[in-house]
């Protein structure tokens, strides 16, 4: 057998050892966009262990800041050339996959959440090779995944016995063991929610009372001199309230570590695989699922694949999965919410921690905020903006300056002329108003066994804190299927 791919740790030193060596080129496409996206289907192309030690020890790449694309090319021509004898056991394409193929789960949805799903239920299963990755892009988390704020959340928004609650503050501790376990780059930066009005005082009393009363979560009031001493930047007229266990986490460090957890278990995945149809077999899925998939990477061709369990982690395609499924009266519609981001270019005024406004009742998001990525970088968004497609995701431009004036109300001394547009991202909601705090319009995550059908487990409508909450909600799915 050939080797499954890189180790976990391997992967990870070397996109550190590719962002320590072009820093000025990863910064100027910002933390979550192409050049993430170019390098996860890098580190994917690369199966064999071997190829990426000979990469780590001849630093710098050659040429690699002048020509990156150049690069990327050669290593994917390096890959078309010795793919028959170093293709993974484990990592096909959807022409390979056979429909006498009988597998235990078929996980959908290559994204942070479908991963750690498809890592958990491999590790957990008793026969290798049994859990199938369905990803109709090229490479894993390349949408919602890669193109958000990439915060620990701690859980502080979302009503008492929501699952966004439960799975966030569960899925925190679980997300910083693993980050410190296996070296996934990270960082406890702490996360100030700022007040400017006496109304928006009342908010962070409410949130305080909600936390340290409630859901036992950590939270602190930070004084006028300490708030000022920290952080002289930053304008906080009524008030500091600071969240300690909030964070911050590359996401595609976190990704590949899952990925290799996924492939060491023996799991088998399927990129560039669309699924189009899903028939229950049975009438109700008791005699297993039939799926219906299309090789997206050029030649279209369809395969059927059989499986005993079905898990729809989807995200933005979740509905539309959901709708292959159930009759007419249950389908559902999903609401697509854009977030632009802008980069900031300055070193002053200097931030160390995440700034967020007063949360607001019945908004689809959390506000205009300051967040920083591994490497301090400070960037603001997202904003809220409602999209007909999931594809809609080129940075609206014109967004920028209601973006200055609600970063200008807590950090009024920013330089607007070093804003720049950087990278948009889609939230998966399931209603129009699809609010983020709980009160009025809030939609928690459905992750349920669906009822009247056997073995589907449905994830819909899982955006913030998704990420937080991954490997939660990957515990969540087993138990569903085995408790």
């Avoid at 990870?12 to 962002?19: E, M, N, R, V």
């Avoid at 701690?154 to 925190?172: D, N, P, R, V, W």
């Avoid at 709708?323 to 005024?349: C, E, L, Q």
């Avoid at 809030?442 to 937080?468: A, C, K, M």
């Amino acid at each position: 057998m050939t080797p499954a791919g890189p180790s976990v740790p391997l992967a990870i030193q070397s996109y550190a050892l590719f962002c320590a060596e072009n820093r000025s080129f990863t910064s100027s496409f910002g933390s979550n966009g192409a050049v993430k996206q170019m390098y996860t289907s890098f580190c994917l192309a690369i199966t064999s262990e071997k190829v990426i030690r000979s990469i780590i020890q001849s630093r710098p790449l050659p040429g690699f800041r002048s020509r990156p694309h150049t690069i990327l090319s050669s290593l994917s021509t390096h890959h078309q050339q010795s793919h028959s004898r170093r293709l993974s056991s484990h990592t096909v394409s959807v022409s390979q996959l056979r429909a006498d193929h009988d597998f235990t789960h078929a996980v959908i949805g290559g994204g942070v959440v479908g991963l750690a799903i498809a890592q958990e239920l491999a590790r957990r299963s008793s026969r290798p090779g049994s859990t199938l990755l369905l990803e109709q892009h090229t490479a894993v988390g390349t949408e919602t995944s890669s193109r958000n704020s990439e915060v620990i959340h701690a859980g502080i928004y979302y009503g008492a016995t929501s699952l966004k609650t439960e799975l966030c503050i569960s899925g925190k501790q679980l997300l910083y063991s693993l980050c410190e376990k296996e070296g996934i780059p990270h960082r406890r930066t702490g996360k100030w929610i700022v007040a400017q009005t006496d109304a928006q005082r009342e908010a962070l009393q409410r949130v305080y009372d909600f936390c340290t009363q409630e859901i036992h979560v950590p939270m602190r009031w930070v004084g006028a001199e300490e708030a000022a001493r920290r952080e002289p930047a930053v304008r906080a007229e009524k008030g500091v309230l600071e969240s300690p266990t909030t964070g911050i986490i590359d996401s595609h460090s976190l990704m590949m570590c899952l990925l290799g957890k996924f492939e060491d278990a023996g799991g088998t995945l399927a990129l560039g695989s669309r699924v189009e149809a899903i028939t229950p077999l049975g009438g109700d899925g008791s005699q297993g699922w039939k799926l219906t998939v299309r090789d997206t990477t050029g030649s279209g061709e369809l395969s059927t694949i059989t499986a005993d369990t079905l898990i729809n982690a989807a995200g933005l395609g979740a509905v539309a999965v959901h709708n292959m499924i159930v009759p007419p009266d249950r389908k559902r519609k999903m609401f697509y919410a854009k977030g632009n981001y802008f980069s900031y270019g300055g070193s002053s005024p200097k931030v160390s921690t995440l700034i967020y406004p007063a949360p607001e009742p019945g908004h689809a998001g959390l506000g205009t905020h300051l967040t920083l990525d591994i490497g301090g970088r400070i960037k603001f968004g997202p904003d809220v903006e409602w999209v007909d497609s999931p594809e809609d995701l080129s940075v609206n431009e014109s967004r920028l300056s209601e973006t200055i004036r609600e970063v200008k109300k807590y950090l009024p001394a920013l330089d607007e002329t070093l804003l720049r547009p950087d990278y948009a991202g889609i939230r998966p909601k399931l209603g129009r108003q699809g609010a983020v705090v709980s009160g009025k319009g809030f939609i928690d995550f459905v992750i349920q066994r669906e009822e009247g059908y056997h073995g589907w487990i449905n994830l819909l409508g899982i955006e913030s804190p998704g990420l937080t909450s991954s490997l939660a909600i990957a515990e969540k799915v087993r138990k569903l299927l085995y408790q």
